[in-house]
């Protein structure tokens, strides 16, 4: 799930400069994982911090976003009802959450719930409804072994001039859907595609 926050100032006045953020509770993350449903009873034990306003520089306004692991089985209670109306005990839910979001960032950067003016939180639930994504999974296939074994995996499809890219097309993650555009670009331009690109990569570096 997503916190999308609206802030009344940059987060820079907190000394963010734009870097992405993991919080974590403590060192076993496999437990804090395991502790991701807590965040229904108001309780945040991890969670991804990111300030998309600081990446874009033609931004005018302070954004943020907190995202955090969460079963599409919390919410599938409401999964039958429309979006914008699935009652106050749906909306009383998303409010827990927010605020046990809010507390865990606020615990490791005092004074950021001072910098919030609007929140918006996106379900699992929310994201199927807008992108038909399979129990609102945010990041298309299943990272599982499985996946990478398959022979399809990469940009080609078998429908003619269908191709895929992205995450999808790759690895999960940032990087691994930047890779998945380079791998798609590298074969649209042919045989060197590959060397080409990481040519022109180092002479922009340089």
Same mark, same amino acid.
């Given at each position: 799930?997503?916190?999308y926050?609206?802030l009344?100032? #940059?987060?820079?006045?907190?000394? +963010?400069? %734009?870097?992405n953020?993991?919080? +974590?509770?403590?060192?076993?993350? $496999?437990?804090?994982?395991?502790?991701? /449903?807590?965040l229904?009873?108001?309780?945040?034990?991890? !969670?991804?911090? #990111?300030f998309? #306003?600081?990446?874009? =520089?033609?931004?005018?306004?302070?954004?943020?976003?907190?995202?955090a692991?969460?079963?599409?089985?919390v +919410?599938?209670?409401?999964?039958?009802?429309?979006?914008?109306?699935? &009652?106050? $005990?749906?909306?009383?839910?998303k409010? *827990?959450?927010?605020?046990?979001?809010?507390?865990?960032?606020?615990?490791?950067?005092?004074?950021f719930? $001072?910098l919030?003016?609007?929140?918006?939180?996106? *379900?699992?639930l929310?994201?199927?409804?807008? *992108?038909?994504?399979?129990?609102?999974?945010?990041?298309?296939? =299943? !990272?599982?072994?499985?996946?990478? @074994? @398959?022979?399809?995996?990469?940009?080609r499809?078998?429908?003619? /001039?269908?191709?895929?890219?992205? #995450?999808? !097309?790759?690895?999960p &993650?940032?990087?691994?859907a930047?890779?998945?555009?380079?791998? *798609?670009?590298?074969?649209?331009? %042919?045989p060197r %595609?590959?060397p080409?690109?990481?040519?022109?990569?180092?002479?922009?570096?340089?």
């Amino acid at each position: 799930m997503t916190l999308y926050l609206g802030l009344r100032e #940059s987060p820079a006045t907190l000394g +963010f400069r %734009g870097e992405n953020h993991w919080l +974590f509770d403590g060192f076993d993350h $496999d437990a804090l994982f395991a502790r991701r /449903n807590e965040l229904a009873q108001g309780r945040a034990a991890m !969670a991804y911090l #990111s300030f998309p #306003s600081l990446k874009d =520089p033609l931004a005018d306004k302070s954004t943020a976003e907190i995202i955090a692991p969460v079963d599409y089985e919390v +919410f599938a209670p409401w999964r039958s009802r429309p979006w914008r109306r699935r &009652g106050a $005990d749906y909306e009383a839910l998303k409010e *827990t959450i927010s605020e046990a979001l809010l507390e865990l960032v606020e615990r490791h950067y005092p004074g950021f719930r $001072d910098l919030v003016a609007y929140r918006e939180l996106s *379900t699992p639930l929310t994201v199927q409804h807008f *992108t038909g994504a399979l129990r609102g999974g945010i990041y298309g296939l =299943p !990272a599982t072994p499985e996946r990478f @074994r @398959r022979g399809w995996l990469g940009p080609r499809t078998p429908v003619p /001039n269908l191709l895929l890219t992205g #995450s999808d !097309a790759a690895a999960p &993650g940032i990087v691994g859907a930047m890779m998945g555009g380079v791998m *798609t670009a590298s074969y649209l331009l %042919g045989p060197r %595609g590959f060397p080409r690109i990481m040519a022109a990569v180092k002479a922009y570096a340089a």
